[in-house]
């Protein structure tokens, strides 16, 4: 029994510093790291929720052919699938061809220009790529869109509806082209009977999103 206390009373005086560091590193207390926080603001990602753009294109007026009708369109997309647009065109509508049978056409005096103006809605279904060659590919969007409004003809002012589909193509996140076609349905009294007609519009554009 002596003999094993005996390895023990020659190293205590070796484990005593090290016993004593032990303590008094318990003892401290822990280190607080001293960081000067900054300001840190989030970059700010443009939506592109709004979109305006303009389009030309062959607007056929029933009854009168085909003339080249030119406006403008404003846009929000409330999400990824709907968005609401408003519209304005305006086209010249010859009634030359009634001159032939009727002496001083159908139309009065300096009224041969026909505008409309519209809301609608519509609804994207098919995304999509266009592909430019084998190695470059933009995307694409179908849709379809309807919507109401007012057409003024010949000194009439007539409720309209519109209806129809379209294709865009994104260049870019901010700069997409565009092909509509609407028919944009209304009625119509030029020869003493009231008439519903249904005029088609094919048009090409631009639009900027922002």
């Not at 709004?50 to 846009?75: C, D, H, K, M, W």
């Not at 590919?137 to 409720?159: D, E, K, V």
């Amino acid at each position: 029994m002596r003999r094993s206390l005996l390895p023990l009373l020659l190293a205590a005086p070796l484990l005593a510093p090290l016993v004593s560091q032990a303590a008094d590193a318990a003892s401290e207390a822990p280190v607080q790291p001293q960081i000067d926080r900054r300001d840190v603001r989030a970059p700010r990602f443009p939506s592109n929720d709004f979109e305006v753009g303009l389009f030309f294109g062959p607007y056929s007026t029933q009854n009168f052919g085909s003339s080249i009708a030119v406006g403008g369109r404003l846009g929000y997309h409330i999400t990824e699938d709907f968005f609401v647009e408003a519209a304005y065109g305006r086209t010249t509508v010859s009634d030359d061809a009634f001159k032939r049978v009727l002496p001083g056409g159908v139309f009065t005096p300096g009224e041969n220009k026909l505008s409309y103006s519209d809301l609608s809605v519509g609804v994207n279904v098919l995304p999509g790529e266009v592909f430019l060659g084998r190695d470059h590919a933009l995307p694409s969007q179908l849709y379809l869109i309807a919507g109401a409004g007012t057409t003024h003809f010949n000194g009439q002012r007539q409720q309209t509806f519109n209806f129809g589909l379209g294709t865009k193509v994104y260049w870019n996140d901010s700069f997409a082209l565009r092909v509509d076609l609407r028919d944009h349905v209304f009625s119509l009294d030029l020869l003493g009977k009231r008439d519903s007609t249904h005029n088609l519009e094919l048009t090409a554009g631009a639009s900027f999103l922002f």
